[in-house]
């Protein structure tokens, strides 16, 4: 099978020993649609004996059954797994293979070209050490070829190959050769870029892959292999760092040990090293170094390890152990730049999950600084990002967060953003730095606190958020349940959706962004109103899932109720008391709920209330009533 295979036979450990002693290489390939990535990888795999022989008898069958190389045998076969990649012909998933020469080890990552896939080519190009971008010979730069290498000098790899294929679909020209490298190197050198070797090649042939071609007698520099076996990986580089380990999880088997164990994301570790927990900023000394293999004189980058300290600290997951002498920082408030990864757009003031290392927090964007064009590097101004764009923005955590600006240290200034609905990722970045505004602006103590507020008024503080549609009857509900309250004698306010976009929302519109801030306003406004000691009712449509979760996670578990107006948009139509619905149906509203505009339903809301069988009067009594049993009132 392999270029080692009788060493295997003849004396198996010391093929391990030899296997062990060689350098890891870890590279990926990518380019636009059809440059030959696969078939590159293919290749690579083939001419280092790196397939069975029931692998190859399998190519040979589907080279002949779904090749495009008219029954020659098709590498890139050996690569896209997926039915559907083979059905079509490209690549859709990331797919990893090893393989090994006598010099090194190689992991290699096949990203897709499709514009659709970007998001996969980040997770690709998130651990190389080296890119191949792949240009097809015949078509020169394009745009995914230009994107992906943004994205590959925005992750931080400076060492690239350009890998100029299919050369043989244009009899080997030197002039087709000289001109794409002059114009890759050109937009490269703006991206801060330098570090390019280019080679000339046919992957399908095998023209200059492991051995020089005859057909590129101009071409004088090394071949693909020997370029990858004798290219510089930094090892040293990561072990220089100052030294962190997010802890992925404290192991407590019994009452006399206690380890928090994660892999080393930089620098070196002993026993006796004084470290900090982040962000809490305890301190300790490292007691013990635990591994599989017993306990260690030293870990370093990239070792996943279990560390005791001598003092019993708090440290829990998704905290960082990291040096006293060159600590990472603390804040909450970051400028980043964003790859947007979902066919839904990025909203600003929306609130996703936000996976940093091993901490896992809530954030929010603010509205884009701007966004890049790929092409030109122009900075292009943003509301929002689309799937795929790439923008820089000012996100806001929940909570402080121990960080490195990702020039530092990829680990700990890279995170990915989840949506809080789907589970989804949906966006992935890398921090510049805190704002300034994140350590100097502080929550100040106060003495007269909600509890002293809501014991003046003698009632338990709340917010009763109204949603439905348009015409649903929350309004009316609403200013009927508050009269009810006031009569019992209750402190109350009534935050109504039309009313407030008469001033404090007076400047936005009804886009999907501006109905986030909508609610993101007026959610804030309510939690201001809890803290005083107030009943505060809240009749917004608020359509999304998301913010009403918002709002709702602004104040304490018990504090809020959502009361769902549950009533069908036919009979919401019919009701139109403001005529608005007419005015959508005729195209004269735009991004009206429930015509061209989403409506999410609650999925558990604490009242339901159906306005077909419940008049207003009856609604509020169920809300009075449910208001009683939870001894809010």
């Not at 570090?195 to 004088?220: C, F, H, Q």
Request: aromatic share 6%.
């Amino acid at each position: 099978m392999a270029h080692v295979s009788d060493l295997i036979a003849e004396d198996i450990e010391k093929y391990l020993k030899l296997h062990e002693r060689k350098s890891l290489l870890r590279f990926i390939t990518c380019g636009s649609v059809d440059d030959g990535k696969s078939t590159l990888i293919g290749r690579l795999l083939y001419e280092s004996k790196m397939l069975f022989e029931d692998q190859l008898t399998q190519l040979e069958a589907d080279s002949k059954k779904m090749g495009t190389q008219g029954g020659d045998l098709d590498f890139a076969l050996l690569v896209d797994g997926l039915s559907a990649e083979r059905e079509q012909g490209i690549t859709i998933d990331v797919a990893y293979r090893f393989f090994s020469t006598d010099k090194r080890k190689f992991i290699v990552a096949d990203t897709p070209g499709h514009e659709q896939y970007t998001r996969n080519m980040i997770t690709g190009a998130s651990t190389a050490d080296v890119a191949i971008i792949l240009i097809d010979a015949r078509k020169g730069v394009l745009t995914q070829t230009r994107r992906h290498s943004y994205l590959v000098s925005l992750i931080g790899i400076r060492k690239v190959v350009l890998a100029i294929n299919k050369l043989d679909m244009v009899g080997y020209a030197e002039d087709v050769y000289r001109r794409i490298d002059t114009e890759y190197r050109g937009f490269a050198q703006e991206l801060g870029l330098t570090n390019i070797v280019s080679i000339p090649m046919s992957a399908l042939k095998g023209d200059n892959i492991t051995e020089r071609s005859a057909n590129t007698p101009w071409y004088e520099g090394p071949t693909l292999m020997d370029h990858l076996e004798t290219v510089e990986v930094d090892d040293a580089a990561a072990q220089s760092r100052p030294f962190r380990l997010p802890v992925q999880w404290v192991n407590r088997p019994n009452l006399d040990f206690r380890a928090y164990a994660g892999m080393i994301a930089g620098g070196t570790v002993r026993p006796g090293d004084r470290v900090r927990v982040l962000p809490s900023g305890r301190e300790s000394r490292v007691a013990r170094i635990v591994s599989s293999e017993g306990d260690l004189a030293q870990a370093v980058s990239g070792q996943s390890v279990m560390l005791t300290l001598e003092d019993e600290i708090d440290v829990s997951r998704g905290d960082v152990l990291a040096t006293v002498d060159a600590p990472p920082g603390v804040a909450d408030q970051f400028e980043a730049t964003l790859v947007w990864m979902s066919d839904e757009p990025m909203l600003p003031g929306r609130p996703y999950l936000l996976k940093l290392g091993t901490r896992t927090v809530t954030a929010t964007s603010a509205t884009p600084k701007y966004k890049v064009n790929v092409n030109t590097l122009e900075h292009l101004a943003a509301k929002k990002l689309e799937l795929n764009d790439i923008g820089v923005c000012n996100l806001s955590f929940d909570q402080p967060v121990a960080f490195d600006a990702y020039s530092d240290n990829r680990d700990t200034g890279s995170f990915i953003v989840i949506d809080r609905l789907s589970n989804n990722t949906v966006g992935a970045g890398i921090l510049h730095f805190a704002l300034r505004r994140s350590h100097n602006i502080h929550w100040q103590a106060i003495d007269v606190n909600k509890q002293a507020h809501a014991s003046l008024k003698r009632q338990k503080p709340c917010v009763l958020w109204f949603t439905g549609l348009s015409g649903a009857g929350k309004s009316t509900v609403a200013n009927m349940v508050e009269k009810k309250l006031h009569a019992l004698g209750k402190h109350t306010y009534l935050l109504d959706g039309d009313n407030v976009r008469h001033g404090l929302n007076k400047d936005l519109g009804f886009s999907d962004a501006d109905r986030v801030e909508n609610i993101r306003r007026v959610g804030e406004v309510a939690r201001l109103m809890v803290d005083a000691g107030q009943i505060v009712l809240v009749s917004f449509i608020s359509p999304f899932r998301a913010e009403r979760r918002m709002a709702r996670e602004l104040v304490e578990q018990d504090e809020f109720f959502e009361i769902f107006i549950d009533t069908p948009l036919g009979v919401a139509e019919q009701r139109d008391p403001k005529g608005l619905y007419k005015k959508a149906r005729r195209g004269e509203l735009k991004n009206f709920t429930g015509i061209d505009s989403p409506y999410e339903a609650p999925e558990q809301p604490e009242i339901r209330i159906d306005t077909t069988t419940h008049t207003p009067e009856q609604a509020a009594e169920l809300v009075i009533n449910h208001l009683t049993a939870c001894g809010v009132i």
